[in-house]
Structure formats: C-alpha cells, structure tokens
C-alpha cells in the first residue's frame, strides 16, 4: 500500500467521517473507495469516448455493409423483445 498525505476540506472530512461511522469502515477505506469509484469512473467514460470517435469514422455505407453480414435469421427466445 501506499501512503498519501492530501489535504480535503473539513466539509467533505466531516461526510467522510459520517460515512465511515454509518457503514462501520475507516475513514481511510471509505476515502480510497471513492478514489477507485471515481477512476473506475473516468475509465468508464474514456472507452465511451474512444468508440464514440471510432464511430465518427463509419460511413454509412460500411455500416450497411455490416449490418448486412449479420443476417436476416429470427432472434432466438432469449433475444427477443415482447
């Protein structure tokens, strides 16, 4: 583990100590899971990112081109909306 000293204001000390208090953790947990909360986060939303610009670089055509390599079968029970 590594040690890291960060200076938080009192108001979000003072959430964290309550949190802590409600969830019977240490302040030190609940504070390293908001971080890995957070990071998982921004992970998240940088593979969004990235396929949303992939997207941009379709053209229509290609799209209908693999659309058209999927297939016309039936979707199977378990795929099917009702």
Do not use: C, N, W
């Amino acid at each position: 583990m590594s040690v890291v000293q960060v200076e938080i204001p009192e108001a979000v000390m003072e959430q964290a100590r309550r949190l802590a208090a409600r969830t019977r953790q240490s302040v030190e947990q609940v504070i390293s899971d908001a971080i890995k909360a957070h990071a998982a986060r921004e992970e998240q939303l940088t593979g969004f990112y990235a396929r949303a610009e992939r997207g941009k670089r379709i053209t229509r055509e290609r799209f209908v081109e693999v659309l058209q390599k999927a297939g016309d079968a039936e979707p199977g029970p378990t795929d099917r909306i009702e």
